[in-house]
């Protein structure tokens, strides 16, 4: 490849230029989000049941549904959540199965179990992932010129919504905030009774009446005519005179009114009653793109509807643009320090040329090829780039370093010096390249979660790495040229810098000498006997001691000025009253300093998935966005801890979780604690949970413990007496039609102009919906003449569960804690001993909250890391022809984790993923400088040194560059270890891992590579 390119250097000349030009075009133009897309295939079924309790809901909708949705293939789990009048069905899937594909084969089988659905029931099927959060929620609220909120929504679902649809940026809009238009037909039961009409009778005749009817067509040889008979009432007054029986129109027996329907959802945008405008991108989409084109349409819309207030209430946007634009400042920082490190340890501003000449190649490089494979920019993009520096740099330094070395002692012509000293490491460097690959290599087919969250990194690793060998002997050898065309002589700052470099590093050679001299005195083999086993206890004893105290975790907590709150207030509770009793909370809110918007969503709607699904009227999901942790002095959790304090101080609020943005890596693991119970009979679900939540609240480091549902709905039950309605010639059945108290649709109102519809739905006239003790005086039309309600049944109460829950086809209840940032092993580990003492029984009993991810995703992870050691091993053997030495290269990677244990309790890390994958990149770069000093410890044995010379030589020679590629690295992660970045609290324990690791592991590397390749060697 050198030949090729060195007789060719325009060629190479374009293609650095194409890949730059790319790159930068890559930089703009591609996706930007906070992290990748790691949630699995999901999607969700929703079905409106109107009038139904959960558990007729759980029992005659969702679990028929979950019964064939089970039978797919690659699905994962399936649960389902049952509020009064919906079920919402969940099917995840393994990540093999593709989002489309699962919604497909989930939709074949709704079809398959329609027919044992009830008659009115209509399930609808939804994608699901990271894609349904809000890019953006903007709350509409009038501003003046009479407008209500009726009217907001109407126009936000009839104009807004699709002016927004059509951008085809945005993927998708959705609109929350009840007041859901509807034309209400209020019936007056005594007014029916006294024309003797029944409630089912005026439905029915609503429905047939109410409706077109395409007859057919007519045609002959000239013509075509289609026959319609148009019954389809379009607004209130024509459905005022809608005929219900002979001489009778609808307004005799009912008031018409064009209004919204029963309020079961609201929402508030910034503390103030508001229509919610959710703006979700398409799956694999741009947050910012869409964002942008967003707001563009929204700008343009806000002077055609000067009457109405568009105030943005939550966003990613600013979230991902502070990262994005932190992570930019962290590389340029990271460049910055990798560069004084190398003028410090070489003090050549020719080898900095080199160096700063080589990094934007490299980026650049590696970004267009992310670019053309489809890929997009996010923290962890720029993570690897960061963590990939030192590797970077080092490998065009080795090159520069080794011409330099040519020209000065070997004394050779320029052109001489640059071929013959670029050929002379282009396979110490080549070994590198392809052992850091070999050993990372694995993690790129983890499977599931650690997969899908690294396999970025990873690659993006690689590709770098590919790139810098390639530049490092194309490119460092062209430009060398110029660097050296005035010769070699240093400048007078370069020479103090060299002084500088012997007065403190460089006196570091001798101590090493030292201890290889010591290691070879008398009773040589005792000496290194007892070297190995210092080094060994050391090892156990780090490991041992301190893993255990810094705890294990599948992602650290991070703060990203992001608090979600989930308040409950009583489950009878309207929509109205959780509104009143929140207001003052978010009157304190807002007054806070640090922040800067709010949303709020009560209850559900059918068909949207961002805001409050599953959600009853009385419960408040909260988003809050603060200002960013650079730009304020409290942490997210000493917030959090305030709101906390100040919703407990809330009339009958029954529960309050208050947790961080991504206090779970993934959006179906339900709460960092989650003891899930499940059952055949849900009745024995509450009880044994409360056990469980009263177990829970003692664990320390749990900011919230909180049960999914609870049997405290007041529910008023209607018991018939069959005997005196047959009596009457009446069943059960023909009586609850009569009671129209669900609201159900008897017609749809269409306007065939603009496109837009709305139900009409059958209510009876206040007072007989407000209060169920008035339904006594509801007349009852029976065969034997009209009879009050209390004729027939009587009306009692009792509790009933508010909302039940099933997983995996048995009923379930999740008891779940939210922390602050305690390791979620020490946690659960102590849940599950106050568990053990609670004796919950009659239940089984799981953890489904972060420790099961976590336990599969290490088991994965040390598979990889495994697979990677024994790949690296293959490469070395295949490499340097010896076992001996590739094992010895081998032996000295496992003392790196003495520094990388430290390094993670002297930052206060627990181990997880992140600092796994900071395992790995540790070994890449010591196996590196390895292969540095083995590869010349080779090249002394052949000018015939004995084996312990050769060892003395190697450690001489290669000292400044083992120490340089180490400090280089370090000095490029510390803007990663520190965290100079909103979200790099996630993936800093990679390198915190990775700079306790170099710092001890480079110190034992220059000591017991040598040692064992001349032990090894005397031995043979």
Known sequence: MFDFFHRRPYLLYSLIAGFFVLGVYGLIGMPKNLFPDSDRPTIIVMSQVPGATPNVVAATVSKPIEEEVSTLSLIRQVSSV???????????????????????????????????????VHPSIYMAGSHVLPVDVFALSPAGGGLTLDDVRKIAESDIKPALLRNPQVGNVEVFGGYQSAISINVDPFRAKAVGLSLDRIATTVRALDLDVPVGFSKNADSFFTITVYGERAGVDELRMLPVAPNVRLSDIADIRWEHQKRFSGYEGNGKAAIALAIQRAPGGSVLSTSKAGRAVIEKLKPRYPNIRFALADTQRNLIQTANTNMLDALRDAIIFTLLVILLFLGNLRAVAAALASIPMVFFATLAIIWMTGGELNIVIYTAI??????????????????????????????????????????????????????????????????????????????????????????????????????VSKTRFERLLERLYEKSFGRLVGPYLAILQFSARGRSGLRRLLMTVAVVALLAFSVKSIMPVIGRDLMPPMDTGIIKAHVKFSANASVDTAEKRLKPFLEWLHQQPEVVMSSVSYGSEPGVLSLGSGSLPAEAMMTINCVDRFHRKKSIWSIEDEIRSRLSGLRNIKAADVYDFGATPMSSIKAPIDVRLLAEDYHVLPDAAQKAAAALGSVKGLTSVNTSWDNDFTEARLNIDTNRALAYGMTPVQIAAQLPLAGLPVAVSANLVSMQNQFVRLYYNRPFDGNPDQLRLIPIQTPRGPVPLSALAQIDYGLTANKIERNQMLYALDVSGYRSRRAISTLTEDAQTELNKAGVKGVEISQEGDIKQMQDSFQRMIKSIGIGVILLLMALVAIYQSVRLAVVMILVLPLAMIGASWGMLIFNKPSCMPSLVGILLLFGIIIKNSILLIDFYQEFRKKDETPFEAALESVRVRFRPVFMTAFGTIAGMIPIAFEWAVGLERLSPLADVAVGGLLIGTVLTLIYIPMFAYSLERKR
């Open 82 to 120: 049952n509020i009064a009048g919906m079920s919402i069905v969940t099917a995840e899937f393994e990540y093999a199965k593709g989002l489309e594909p699962a919604a497909v084969d989930v939709n074949n089988a709704v079809n398959k179990v329609r027919g044992k659905l009830p008659r009115d």
């Open 386 to 487: 960061i963590l990939a520096l030192g590797m970077l740099v080092d490998d065009a330094v080795v090159v520069l370093e080794n011409i330099e070395r040519h020209l000065v002692e070997l004394k050779q012509d320029l052109d001489t010096a640059i071929i013959a000293g670029t050929k002379e490491v282009i396979a110490p460097v080549f070994a590198g390249t392809v052992a850091t690959v070999a050993i990372m290599f694995p993690f790129l087919f983890a499977g599931d979660f650690p997969q899908q969250i690294f396999r970025p990194l990873i690659s993006t690793l690689i590709i770098a790495l590919v790139v810098s060998y390639f530049l490092s002997i194309t490119f460092i050898p062209a430009i060398s040229f110029f660097l050296y065309r005035k010769g």
